[in-house]
């Protein structure tokens, strides 16, 4: 089992900056892919980015440019920058893990962009 545990969630006014981390325990698997996930209300779960254990990235269209995804130390924490947010950035962010068949996730931290 891995456990993911989240933090950096807040309240932001448009065009503000929040730094959202992951730290992994547990189980670790040598080649992995740690990233995170976000669901606003009423709308289905989406990709923000991903991070291999190699270092490549991938962005979703919408964040790309704003938001920078990087992992530290052993590299099992994973972090999000996050700039000149928009309210359309408010949502519940997930940290995910995945290695072979398993799938993991963070129990979520809220981001709410409002003036």
């Known amino acids: 089992q891995v456990q993911l545990v989240e933090s950096g969630g807040n309240l932001v006014q448009p065009g503000g900056s929040l730094r959202l981390s992951c730290l992994a325990s547990g189980r670790w698997f040598s080649i992995n892919t740690m990233g995170w996930y976000r669901q606003a209300p009423g709308k289905e779960r989406e990709l923000v980015a991903l991070?291999?254990?190699?270092?490549?990235?991938t962005y979703a269209d919408s964040v790309k440019g704003r938001f920078t995804i990087s992992r530290e130390g052993a590299k099992n924490r994973v972090n999000l920058q996050m700039n000149s947010l928009k309210p359309e950035d408010t949502a519940v962010y997930y940290c995910?893990?995945?290695?072979?068949?398993?799938?993991?996730w963070g129990q979520g931290t809220q981001v709410t962009v409002s003036s």
């Open positions: 991070i291999s254990s190699g270092g490549s990235t």
């Open positions: 995910n893990y995945r290695a072979e068949s398993s799938v993991y």
